[in-house]
């Protein structure tokens, strides 16, 4: 991988594996160039989820990539604007284990790998 990612963590729900990666980053190409580089590593993930905040332009976006509108995109992006951060990206990479969480079981599964995955704000 050449994308260096500044923190990573994982956790298991209902035995679906959530790994989440902080990329601190400035422009959208530092953003695509990381997700195919973790499509390429992840080939059997079945979604990867993330969102960012740039300072410079301005710009925010949160992406689903699949799962139910506004469980998973919308929420990285809450944690992040919470914490107030910009010049950052969240990925979640999620294999479905089997067992479907529900729309509140998601929201929570990527709220909680976000805050995770920003706890020390570098």
């Not at 980053?25 to 993330?50: D, F």
């Not at 998973?72 to 990479?93: E, H, M, N, T, Y």
């Not at 909680?112 to 704000?121: G, R, W, Y």
């Amino acid at each position: 991988m050449n994308v260096k990612f500044d923190n990573v963590t994982e956790f298991i729900e209902k035995k679906s594996k959530f790994i989440g990666y902080r990329l601190n980053c400035q422009t959208v190409q530092e953003v695509e160039s990381a997700l195919k580089e973790l499509w390429a590593e992840h080939k059997k993930a079945t979604h990867i989820c993330y969102a960012y905040s740039l300072k410079n332009p301005f710009l925010e976006k949160a992406v689903d990539n699949g799962e139910p509108n506004s469980t998973a995109g919308r929420p990285i992006l809450s944690v992040i604007q919470k914490k107030g951060l910009s010049d950052v990206c969240v990925f979640v990479v999620r294999y479905f284990g089997g067992i479907k969480l529900g729309a509140g079981g998601l929201v929570r599964a990527y709220t909680k790998l976000a805050s995770e995955v920003l706890k020390d704000n570098k």
